[in-house]
């Protein structure tokens, strides 16, 4: 069975940083791409980035680039998301998820619960 577990999310003001962590279990972590994902409330769910099982490639949704870091430790079978320069709208559930295909666009099979970022102003 795959499990997905984010850990890491809470409440910051604007400006600061948060670092997500998702932990994976029951699959061979290291041939999957990984993917964050977020959905604020009434927004549809956004894919925010990605990368490839070797960490060769990552994809970033344009909105966070040069704020928000993707990595993986496939010895720990963990998938990270350093955020800075956080911004009110960065609040919404975030969710880890993983697929074969190191695509924003591409479809994600598992997921985890979520962790809720709340940035205020």
């Known amino acids: 069975q795959v499990q997905l577990v984010e850990s890491g999310g809470g409440s910051v003001q604007a400006g600061e940083s948060l670092r997500l962590s998702c932990a994976a279990s029951?699959?061979?972590?290291?041939?999957?791409?990984m993917a964050w994902f977020r959905q604020a409330p009434g927004k549809n769910r956004e894919c925010v980035a990605v990368?490839?099982?070797?960490?060769?490639?990552?994809e970033y949704l344009q909105s966070v680039k040069g704020r928000f870091t993707i990595s993986r430790d496939n010895e720990k079978d963990t998938v990270f998301l350093q955020m800075t320069d956080l911004k009110p709208e960065d609040t919404a559930v975030y969710f880890c998820?993983?697929?074969?295909?190191?695509?924003?666009?591409?479809?994600?099979?598992?997921w985890g619960q979520g962790t809720q970022v709340t940035v205020s102003s």
């Open positions: 029951g699959l061979t972590f290291s041939d999957n791409a």
């Open positions: 998820a993983s697929g074969r295909t190191p695509s924003r666009s591409a479809r994600y099979p598992y």
């Open positions: 990368i490839s099982w070797n960490s060769v490639y990552t």
